[in-house]
T-cell receptor, first 113, second 109 residues
């Protein structure tokens, strides 16, 4: 297993366009998290899945953001009508019940111009 | 007040020096994570600890649950240790981590 993978690693988009990021967690990890990190700041929680169920969402996740994990494996994070303030790194992480250990992906950088 | 506070925010040292990064938190926790992030890169988990002390190579992490404080130490520091070090704690009753703002460490040769 190669760990948590994210795609694309970098995305530049024009304001108003939609973007989608994909996260493939470590296999057999039932928990999946999305975080957002802006320059010079620590990551901020966006949303959490246990298997395919989205159990928690941050108030940071406006109506333009949607996340799915349809089969309890990979997850997608879509941002509609992107704004410049959406420019950040979007981090995915996964873990397995009971262990507490959490594994992060390399992140997907979004630049909205 | 942030739930997780780190100090210092920036630290520059010479190769070989002993490094200490501190983390204080205001919430009750079951465990604390120390993470490493290289420029432009993702996050690597260094330690997860709930009591006492853990050691991995030149890295040592300690935690005092009563004082709500943890430290990350690096012995015989090396330029490749240059990175941002972040502590994070799980929020009670929620499946998420709250992160400190990070400590940017630069080790000069």
């Amino acid at each position: 297993d190669t760990g948590v993978s994210q795609d694309p690693r970098h995305k530049i988009t024009k304001r108003g366009q939609n973007v989608t990021f994909r996260c493939d967690p470590i296999s057999e990890h039932n928990r999946l998290y999305w975080y957002r990190q802006t320059l010079g700041q620590g990551p901020e929680f966006l949303t959490y899945f246990q298997n395919e169920a989205q159990l928690e969402k941050s108030r940071l996740l406006s109506d333009r953001f949607s996340a799915e994990r349809p089969k309890g494996s990979f997850s997608t994070l879509e941002i509609q009508r992107t704004e410049q303030g959406d420019s950040a790194m979007y981090l995915c992480a996964s873990s397995y019940d009971g262990t507490g250990a959490i594994y992060f992906g390399e992140g997907s950088w979004l630049t909205v111009v | 007040k942030n739930e997780v506070e780190q100090s210092p925010q920036n630290l520059t040292a010479q190769e070989g020096e002993f490094i200490t990064i501190n983390c204080s938190y205001s919430v009750g926790i079951s465990a604390l994570h120390w993470l490493q992030q290289h420029p432009g890169g993702g996050i690597v988990s260094l330690f997860m600890l709930s009591s006492g002390k853990k050691k991995h190579g030149r890295l040592i992490a300690t935690i005092n649950i009563q004082e709500k404080h943890s430290s990350l130490h690096i012995t015989a520091s090396h330029p490749r240790d240059s990175a941002v070090y972040i502590c994070a704690v799980p929020v009670q009753g929620a499946q998420k981590l709250v992160f400190g703002q990070g400590t940017r460490l630069t080790i000069n040769p």
